[in-house]
């Protein structure tokens, strides 16, 4: 029962990190290599703190465009 957690974790996290990646790549990110790193350093969190801040910054440019 563990193991099929820790895989299902495992599975999500992967998911989460390759989504983000695929994110930035696609967004041209100004601080590409910045976000990497964190990224890598700090999987889950690092992806979620760059999922709240690109996420306020595309509602910003799209009600200001």
Excluded: C
């Amino acid at each position: 029962m563990i193991d099929l957690l820790l895989s299902i974790t495992f599975i999500l996290e992967l998911i989460l990190v390759i989504w983000a990646f695929v994110d930035i790549f696609k967004r041209r990110e100004k601080n590409i290599l910045l976000w990497i790193l964190v990224i890598l350093i700090f999987p889950i969190i690092g992806s979620i703190v760059y999922f709240q801040i690109s996420g306020s910054e595309r509602i910003h440019h799209s009600i200001f465009k």
